[in-house]
T-cell receptor, first 113, second 109 residues
Framework: DTEVTQTPKHLVMGMTNKKSLKCEQHMGHRAMYWYKQKAKKPPELMFVYSYEKLSINESVPSRFSPECPNSSLLNLHLHALQPEDSALYLC????????????FGPGTRLTVT | QKEVEQNSGPLSVPEGAIASLNCTYSDRGSQSFFWYRQYSGKSPELIMSIYSNGDKEDGRFTAQLNKASQYVSLLIRDSQPSDSATYLCAVTGANNLFFGTGTRLTVIP
């Protein structure tokens, strides 16, 4: 089973709202990732968690706050977003961080109004 | 900065033809190489992984790797309209993947 799930599928939020994106995997993977993808662009890495610890933060603004409650779950907390943050947010997981296959969830389509 | 380069396309092939997608990368230390397929509005789907020089075949897909030339390719035989998508080449760095900008493939019935 190579399934990564994400909720919600779609999210519309105002610039003053606080919301969270959720990601779950049951493959026993120990690395999880958040990516942001704009139209016609490749996925852009935001955060990497390895064994539930944040290992990479690609200079992401503080209005995005990741959390890894356990090895199967990954959250992305959103606060005071800007319209330019509207994008497809993708979660991925892999067995570990060392050059192995990453499997993506279906994504959350975020619109900031 | 690690670079992965692909022709953005669009690449158009007739149904039943072979589609050839190419990718070059800049980091000689890269060890793992992947091809993802992404349909419009959907997430990337892993379709091929290749780790050593040579060819790897999986159904209608063949991945080819040449580390000396820093080149990886994907061949799709007997192309079908359902293969119309953007194909992303990805190359590993120290702890993450570096993606090319993708090649948009259109298979014409």
């Amino acid at each position: 089973d190579t399934e990564v799930t994400q909720t919600p599928k779609h999210l519309v939020m105002g610039m003053t709202n606080k919301k969270s994106l959720k990601c779950e995997q049951h493959m026993g993977h120990r690395a999880m990732y958040w990516y942001k993808q704009k139209a016609k662009k490749p996925p852009e890495l935001m955060f990497v968690y390895s064994y539930e610890k944040l290992s990479i933060n690609e200079s992401v603004p503080s209005r995005f706050s990741p959390e890894c409650p356990n090895s199967s779950l990954l959250n992305l907390h959103l606060h005071a977003l800007q319209p330019e943050d509207s994008a497809l947010y993708l979660c991925a997981s892999s067995q570990d961080v060392r050059g192995v296959e990453q499997y993506f969830g279906p994504g959350t389509r975020l619109t900031v109004t | 900065q690690k670079e992965v380069e692909q022709n953005s396309g669009p690449l158009s092939v007739p149904e039943g033809a072979i589609a050839s997608l190419n990718c070059t990368y800049s980091d000689r230390g890269s060890q793992s190489f992947f091809w993802y397929r992404q349909y419009s509005g959907k997430s990337p789907e892993l379709i091929m992984s290749i780790y050593s020089n040579g060819d790897k075949e999986d159904g209608r897909f063949t991945a080819q790797l040449n580390k000396a030339s820093q080149y990886v390719s994907l061949l799709i035989r007997d192309s079908q309209p359902s293969d119309s998508a953007t194909y992303l080449c990805a190359v590993t760095g120290a702890n993450n993947l570096f993606f090319g900008t993708g090649t948009r493939l259109t298979v014409i019935p």
